[in-house]
């Protein structure tokens, strides 16, 4: 084999249609855009217009909101924290926080936070500092002998903190 003999599979290409390049190429004349009227023409956008009918998305009633100020948390399990404590991929001597859930794989990316919630059973003495937590999970974790402190960041405040480590 020589460098002037390599090539493509057969039928790995195709060439593109050259549009509007007369009769005979089967694409010309109007060049597939079919016969006269605004939409044969470049630059139309006219998505939506109805020829000066309403258009339907401004007859139909508009619904709900959007809340500039709710938070998106990551909700972890008392359970899913003993899960990755036994598995080694936290430690039990330090302080669980945002950053140390996402490097154990807990959760997969720190939101606005995290909650704790109480579902499941947690055996080891663990100091947390979340966003929230569930009564029950402060329950389960003092009972536990450990302690839990919430601190209500702000979303983007947290966020800055994850991308700068």
């Known amino acids: 084999m020589k ?3 390599i090539h493509d599979n057969e039928g790995a290409t ?15 004349k109007t060049g597939g855009r079919g016969v006269k009227g605004q939409k044969a023409r470049t630059g139309v956008s006219i998505k939506g217009f109805e ?3 309403m258009p339907l998305h401004r ?3 508009k619904r709900g909101f959007n809340n500039l100020y709710s938070t998106d948390l990551n909700e972890v399990n008392l359970g899913r924290v003993q899960q990755a404590i036994d598995a080694g991929k936290l430690d039990k001597a330090a302080t669980v926080t ?6 154990a794989g807990v959760i997969a990316r720190a939101r606005d936070g995290v909650k704790l ?4 059973e947690l055996t080891v003495k663990l100091s947390f500092e979340v966003t929230r937590a569930s009564k029950s999970a402060v329950e389960a974790v003092e009972k536990a002998g ?11 405040a947290h966020r800055g903190s994850v991308a700068s480590a």
């Open 3 to 5: 460098l002037n003999e």
């Open 14 to 28: 195709k060439n593109r249609m050259r549009v509007g390049r007369g009769i005979g190429s089967g694409k010309g």
């Open 51 to 53: 020829g000066g009918q």
């Open 59 to 61: 007859r139909l009633p």
């Open 98 to 103: 945002v950053d140390s859930l996402v490097e």
């Open 117 to 120: 919630l109480g579902v499941g």
């Open 146 to 156: 450990g302690s839990v402190t919430t601190k209500f960041a702000s979303g983007v």
